[in-house]
């Protein structure tokens, strides 16, 4: 009808909850997950394309998580935390010593972060490109899937695949690698 017609986003979310004698407060995790997800909402916001399959987030998997790791990394920006992160009796901001601090720790332990993607990567495909039905040990298997990106001693008794649910569930078969792809184009932004 030519009608432009506006698409409804919404965020939902599971914050902290408040307490009797505390407001809900908001962990930094917390924070980071909002703007991931509210980067998520933008994109569908902003979405304006005569075909749904090339509209918001019905796009290619790397591009999907490109705006919502953009907005990730608001998180440590102190021009932005200075617009909200305020001590909730107090109203004083947050102050800059602890930003330099959440900027040391977003540092800290990024190239295990980095090879703990690529091991999902590597089990999503190990999953995917098989040629024959799967009727061995999933434990052995997804650790000689994923041996070359550990670097650190699994757990005994844990298996990533049986609760895998982005690969298995979630519409992300073999195609879970688009993380570390969006990382790249994030940077790249």
Known sequence: TGENSLPHVSVVMNFTKPTESKPALLTYDEVETFLHEFGHALHGMFANSTYQSLS???VYWDFVELPSQIMENFGIEKEFLHTFANHYQT???LPD???S???DAS????AYACLRQVSFGLLDMAWYTRNTPFEGDVK??????????QILPTVLETCMSTQFSHIF???YSAGYYSYKWAEVLDADA
């Open 56 to 58: 918001g987030t019905n």
């Open 91 to 93: 109203g004083e901001p």
């Open 97 to 99: 010593e602890l930003i």
């Open 101 to 103: 601090r959440l900027v």
């Open 107 to 110: 540092n800290f332990n990024v």
């Open 140 to 149: 052995a298997y997804e650790r000689q899937a994923w041996a070359q990106a």
């Open 169 to 171: 569930a979630g519409g």
